[in-house]
């Protein structure tokens, strides 16, 4: 008895890529400006709020883009450090205050730094 003809596969279509993750962790000033466009919210995180955040993005390979106020930026989070030593599928971009003087926190900041002096980065 003869195998009966196989129907070929019907074509898969590609899987959807998962959304990129929008994020703002940083002082409520500013988080409610983010939350109206569009972007997950974290206002006045404690380092600890900080370091939670960013070992979750770590563990669950999800894409983000992330911004961040220089206090965040300074909070010593050790998950941070790890994802801006990383680079890639996480993006972190850091703004400054609304109100204060503007201490960018990057190792492009700190090499001007370096090269002009302290007072060039600070609003000076």
Same mark, same amino acid.
């Given at each position: 008895?003869?195998?009966?003809?196989?129907?070929?596969?019907?074509?898969?279509?590609?899987?959807?890529?998962?959304?990129?993750?929008?994020?703002?962790? #940083? =002082?409520?000033? @500013? /988080?409610?400006?983010? !939350?109206?466009? &569009?972007?997950?919210?974290?206002?006045?995180?404690?380092?600890?709020?900080?370091?939670?955040?960013?070992?979750?993005?770590?563990?669950?390979?999800?894409?983000?883009?992330?911004?961040?106020?220089?206090?965040?930026?300074?909070? #010593? =989070?050790?998950? @941070? /450090?790890?994802?801006? !030593?990383?680079? &890639?599928?996480?993006?972190?971009?850091?703004?400054?205050?609304?109100?204060?003087?503007?201490?960018?926190?990057?190792?492009?900041?700190?090499?001007?730094?370096?090269?002009?002096?302290?007072?060039?980065?600070?609003?000076?």
């Amino acid at each position: 008895m003869a195998a009966a003809p196989t129907q070929p596969a019907p074509p898969q279509e590609p899987a959807e890529a998962p959304p990129t993750r929008m994020l703002f962790l #940083g =002082a409520d000033s @500013l /988080a409610d400006g983010f !939350r109206l466009i &569009g972007f997950e919210t974290h206002a006045n995180p404690s380092a600890e709020d900080v370091d939670q955040v960013f070992r979750q993005l770590r563990q669950s390979r999800d894409k983000a883009f992330v911004v961040v106020d220089d206090a965040v930026m300074r909070s #010593g =989070a050790a998950n @941070l /450090a790890q994802v801006r !030593r990383e680079g &890639g599928r996480i993006v972190v971009v850091s703004v400054p205050p609304l109100a204060g003087p503007v201490q960018l926190e990057s190792e492009v900041a700190d090499r001007l730094q370096a090269m002009f002096g302290s007072g060039s980065m600070h609003g000076a």
